[in-house]
Every structure is written in structure tokens, then in C-alpha cells.
């Protein structure tokens, strides 16, 4: 039997069961679309926060209080309150006043309800101050960012996010109206474009005030955080050793800080994410296995269905290789056809994921993609093997008797 003999024979017996068919090759289908579609959700998140943290620069250092000698993102548990030695709006003047430092912005974050005429929802406050939007680039629809205060200056203004905007004032203008804000009233002067996530904020849902008042509202002492800019790239190692040897001389010689660049933390995110989307394709490599054993089932009442013609051949002189080649190539056909469609499938998909969340640029790794197709087909080899070498051994009289 030659090969071209076998391939055809093989589409034959693809074309003439075209329900058995079908049946494995929307299983092998499935299988495949959801490796692609689960790896671009994990592959899209990564390239989503390394393009967020690329549209920094790359002379920015995020201070953060707690030690943390890995350098990952454990220092940011110091960041919650919890550091016997916080920072201070005096910490964040003293490293203002570095030579390698442009400029210093603290952070408090929290939440509230706000409250304009009736209309109320809760919001996620960021107290912080008007350096923020040099290093986000925020754009408004109206008013200004949050206007150049000192540090202790607790004016209470606020900035609102696009979607807080128009829930509480509709298409009216909301720059110079008053809020409530909690237990306190707020004056709008400004009011950000629509611009969905920017450095790990939502936007259109963010209120920003002053850090003096966010610190006031929450009855806090100390900062969360810090962002400092550096003067340039080539200024980044001086620029650290002053951030540690300042905050240093201010903590009583406590080296108690963690210092991480953008390189540090997207290396930290990359891993994160490598290892979840590595996952996330192994749970979707789950349901390939699952369909490697309905290979293998039917594929069995396959056999039983064709002992005649397994009797046949094997009459005519086909030896028991043969007749397992036989098999095998229509189970690896099978499971090829249900990869390629598997794969138009699961680009699909991600097409539709990207036209729903435009901001994530969804894709499925390469190696994901090589990973189904070879697994598939990996499967429809393997599974196939028991029913192949079931319709080899058949006695070729008892076969062609019916039995």
C-alpha cells in the first residue's frame, strides 16, 4: 500500500463518516481555540502593564517603605501603612532637594462616597500632587489638573475622572461646581478626558485631590509611596544612592526603603505573567487530553464499523504496519483539520477580545500557538494507536465474515 494510497483511503473514511468526523474535529477544535484565547489573556495583560510602564520613561524610581532584598514587589506590603518608619511630606521635600532629582510625588490612595445634588456613588481617591500629570501626560475635557500647592497645603480641590463626571453632572460643565466628599466639600477644577487605564489608575473613574487633604481625609501622617523622576538616565545610579543615603540619615540609619527602577519591575511582572499564561495554557491543554480520548473512542467503533473492509485488505496481502498506518493517518488527519480550525477559531476570538477591550493588545505567543498544533496532533497519534492496532490484529475471516 503506497503512501499517496493510504492518504486517500484515509480522506475516504474522513469524508464517508462525516458525523464521527465532525464530532472529533470540533472536540480537537475546542481544545485548541481555548490554549490560543486563554495565553493572549495572559500574553495581552503583560504587554498591557509593560506598555504602561514603557509610556513612563525610563528615568523613574518608585520608592516605597519596607525592605525588600529581592527587588521585587514585596516592599509594596511596606506601602500599606504597615512600616515602623513611613514616609513623610518632610522625607518627600528632603528628596526634592537632590541634584539628581526633577521632581518627587507622593501618593495616598483610599476610598469615598461622593455626593452632588442627590446623586452619590463610591469612588477611589488618589491623593497626590500636580507633578502626576507631567509623568502620566494626563489629558483634561475641561478645567486644569490639580493646581502647584505645597506639600502642607490642604485646599480642597479635586479633579474627576471622566465617568464620575457624567453620572453626576450629565452634560453640564462640572469645573467650579462643589461636591461632598465624605464629610467634606470639594471644588471640581477640572475634569479628565475619557482615557480608560493610565499607570495602573482607571481614569474615567479616578478623583484626584491633594495629597495634604487626602492625608487629612484619612487621618494619616505618611505617604503610601513615592515616584521620583530623575534628571536623566545617566543620573539613575546617583539618583538612588541619594534617595537611599537622604531617607537613610532621616530613618536614624535605618536602611529601611525599597528602591525600584522600571527595569526591576517589569523583569518582576514578566515572570509573574509567564508563569500565569504558562498556566493558563496548561489548564486549556486539559481539554486536548480530554479530546484525545474521544479520539480514541471513536475511532474504536470506527474499527468496528469497517471490519469488513480491514478484512479486505488484509486479504489482498496488506500487512498489520499497513493497516495501522491506515488508521493512524486518519486519526492524525483528523486531529490536524480540528488544529488549523482550532486556530482560526481562537484568532477570532481574540480579534473579538480586542475589539472589546481595545486597550489590551491581545495575542496568543507563538509558542502557544506551536504548542496546540503539536499537542493535537501529538494526541490524535497517541490515542489512535490502541484502536489502529485493535483493527490490525483482526482475523481477516472472521472479519469479512461480519464478525
Not at 502620566?136 to 464620575?164: H, K, Q
Not at 453632572?169 to 477644577?189: H, I, L, Q, S, T
Not at 493588545?361 to 496532533?377: G, H, I, K, N, S
Request: net charge negative; glycine share 10%; hydrophobic share 50%.
Amino acid at each position: 500500500m503506497r503512501l499517496f494510497d493510504r492518504n486517500q483511503m484515509a480522506m475516504t473514511a474522513v469524508v464517508r463518516y462525516p458525523l464521527r468526523s465532525s464530532m472529533l474535529l470540533v472536540a480537537i477544535a475546542i481544545g485548541v481555540a481555548a490554549v490560543l484565547v486563554l495565553t493572549s489573556l495572559g500574553e495581552g495583560a503583560r504587554l498591557y502593564v509593560t506598555n504602561q510602564f514603557n509610556s513612563l520613561g525610563t528615568h523613574l524610581l518608585f520608592v516605597m517603605p519596607g525592605k525588600n532584598e529581592v527587588g521585587g514587589l514585596g516592599g509594596m506590603a511596606g506601602s500599606l501603612g504597615g512600616s515602623p518608619r513611613p514616609f513623610t511630606l518632610a522625607d518627600v521635600r528632603a528628596l526634592g532637594r537632590s541634584p539628581y532629582i526633577d521632581t518627587t510625588t507622593p501618593m495616598v490612595m483610599g476610598g469615598a462616597n461622593i455626593n452632588y445634588q442627590g446623586l452619590e456613588r463610591d469612588i477611589g481617591v488618589l491623593g497626590t500632587t500636580h507633578t502626576m500629570q507631567r509623568l502620566f501626560e494626563y489629558e483634561m475635557e475641561s478645567g486644569r489638573f490639580l493646581p502647584e500647592l505645597d506639600l502642607d497645603n490642604a485646599s480642597p480641590v479635586c479633579v474627576i475622572g471622566d465617568t464620575i463626571a457624567r453620572e453626576l453632572f450629565g452634560n453640564a460643565e462640572p469645573v467650579g461646581k462643589w461636591v461632598r466628599m465624605g464629610d467634606r466639600r470639594v471644588r471640581v477644577v477640572g475634569a479628565l478626558a475619557q482615557g480608560g487605564q493610565s499607570g495602573g489608575h482607571d481614569l474615567d473613574e479616578a478623583v484626584f485631590v491633594p495629597i495634604a487633604f487626602a492625608m487629612q481625609m484619612y487621618n494619616r501622617e505618611s505617604v503610601m509611596r513615592m515616584m521620583v523622576e530623575v534628571t536623566s538616565d545617566e543620573a539613575m545610579v546617583k539618583a538612588k544612592k541619594d534617595v537611599q543615603d537622604i531617607i537613610r540619615a532621616r530613618h536614624f540609619g535605618h536602611d529601611d526603603i525599597t528602591i525600584m527602577d522600571q527595569g526591576t519591575i517589569l523583569n518582576t511582572f514578566n515572570k509573574i505573567f509567564l508563569v500565569l499564561t504558562s498556566t493558563l495554557g496548561g489548564i486549556a491543554a486539559i481539554s486536548l487530553a480530554v479530546a484525545g480520548t474521544l479520539i480514541m473512542n471513536v475511532m474504536l467503533v470506527a474499527v468496528s464499523q469497517r471490519t469488513a473492509e480491514i478484512g479486505l485488505l488484509k486479504a489482498l496481502g496488506a500487512r498489520r504496519s499497513q493497516i495501522i498506518g491506515l488508521f493512524l493517518t486518519e486519526a492524525i488527519m483528523l486531529s490536524l483539520l480540528g488544529a488549523i480550525v482550532g486556530v482560526l477559531v481562537g484568532y477570532a476570538a481574540i480579534e473579538f477580545l480586542r475589539y472589546v477591550y481595545p486597550l489590551v493588545d491581545f495575542q496568543a505567543p507563538d509558542w502557544a500557538v506551536v504548542a496546540a498544533v503539536l499537542t493535537a496532533v501529538a494526541s490524535g497519534l497517541l490515542f489512535g494507536i490502541m484502536p489502529a492496532r485493535h483493527a490490525a490484529d483482526l482475523d481477516p475471516v472472521e472479519a469479512l465474515a461480519g464478525n
